[in-house]
């Protein structure tokens, strides 16, 4: 079966992506069409880039990195859950992402994103990394409002044409990781 993991791409103590990812992950795990699992990045502790080689000469030595690369080989396909920062993404996922290269090839991306104009510009630089690691980025997205899919600026609590757009963007990664699983099988 397709498996997707949903990527938790902040680290940040009091964090609001840990109630987005729960909320995507909920609402995943009532569909029958793939697997999906939570990947937090606070479960890595990845430093910053200290391997020597460039990813994508596939040397990774750190056992950190080692563990990273078996986790993101694993799965299929993608859902970045991102704040937006200084109009772009964190720096927590960026580092995350750029740790590895051919185990993010040929498969499928979705972003859900969150900010002060739904977290669009974290994700149009994270579609742009996306290209650039052969990736597949699908064109439906969840862009929530600090102003009205959160009360206070924290607490959670999504409209709900911010479900109906997730899963769009689900149906859409599922489609796409399953379509490029024989280019992962080279």
């Known amino acids: ?15 609001n992506g840990e ?7 909920d609402v995943a795990r009532q569909r029958s069409d793939a697997e999906f699992e939570l990947i937090d990045l606070l479960d890595y502790k990845l430093p910053h880039l200290d391997e020597a080689y460039p990813p994508a000469m596939g040397q990774y030595t750190q056992p950190h990195t080692l563990r990273w690369a078996e986790t993101i080989a694993s799965f299929d396909g993608f859902v970045m859950v ?11 996922l960026k580092n995350a992402i750029d740790f590895l290269y051919a185990e993010w090839n040929n498969k499928a991306v979705g972003f859900v994103s969150y900010g002060s104009v739904g977290g669009a510009r974290a994700v149009e630089h994270l579609r742009l990394v996306a290209g650039e690691l052969q990736m597949a980025d699908v064109r439906s997205q969840v862009a929530l409002s600090l102003y009205t899919d959160f009360e206070n600026f924290s607490v959670f609590t999504p409209n709900q044409h911010q479900q109906d ?6 149906d859409q990664v599922v489609a796409w990781s399953t379509a490029l699983a024989p280019l992962r099988q080279r």
């Open 165 to 170: 757009a997730l899963e769009v963007t689900l």
């Open 82 to 92: 991102t704040p937006e920062y200084n109009h772009s993404t964190s720096g927590a």
């Open 19 to 25: 109630a987005v990812a729960r909320w995507v992950l």
């Open 1 to 15: 079966m397709t498996r997707i993991g949903i990527i938790l791409g902040s680290t940040r103590p009091g964090r």
